[in-house]
């Protein structure tokens, strides 16, 4: 998530701040382009304000029985 405050970007699950370079587990858009890309841009993310959770988070969600 997108905070315009502080321009910078939060995990929504978590709430830690990411930080540069980490690789983290977002919504896309879908059908995805074939010549998409993998990395999306700063700006890309900030306009779409899409949930975004770490690699932590998106490991217990995942293993996590319903």
Known sequence: MFNN???EFHYDNCGKMIQTGEKVWTK???PPKSSATQ???RKELEFENA???CLNCAE???S???
């Open 5 to 7: 405050a502080t321009k």
């Open 28 to 30: 896309w858009n879908f």
């Open 39 to 41: 990395l999306k841009s």
């Open 60 to 62: 217990k969600l995942i």
């Open 51 to 53: 949930p975004i959770l």
């Open 64 to 66: 996590k029985t319903f």
